[in-house]
């Protein structure tokens, strides 16, 4: 089992940025590729990044490419997801998930318990 706490959240202008950071404990190793997807109420999870192990390969959804970054830190156990030009859209629940496979399915791994990112317009 792996446990995961999500921070960084919280309310920003558009145009700005922020950073997540998820912080992992437990069996790890079992669930060595990390993603983040988010939630908006009345809507279906939606993938946002992953990375494997090595950091090495990186997937991201269509709506960030280009301004989200993912990356992770293995000597601390901590992934990151770095979020820039923010726009109103990106207004949503952020979930860390910690998985086996980069197959980004929204119901499989490990979650987090979420933070809420708010970007006004």
């Known amino acids: 089992q792996v446990q995961l706490v999500e921070s960084g959240g919280g309310l920003v202008q558009a145009g700005g940025s922020l950073r997540l950071t998820c912080a992992a404990s437990g069996r790890t190793f079992s669930a060595p590729v990390m993603a983040w997807f988010r939630q908006t109420p009345g809507k279906e999870r939606e993938f946002v990044a992953g990375i494997d192990f090595s950091g090495g390969m990186k997937t991201y959804g269509d709506s960030v490419k280009g301004r989200f970054t993912i990356s992770r830190d293995n000597h601390r156990d901590l992934v990151y997801l770095q979020m820039d030009s923010l726009k109103s859209e990106d207004t949503a629940v952020y979930y860390c998930?910690?998985?086996?496979?980069?197959?980004?399915?929204?119901?499989?791994?490990?979650w987090g318990q979420g933070t809420q990112v708010t970007v006004s317009s």
């Open positions: 998930n910690a998985r086996t496979t980069m197959n980004w399915d929204t119901s499989g791994g490990s």
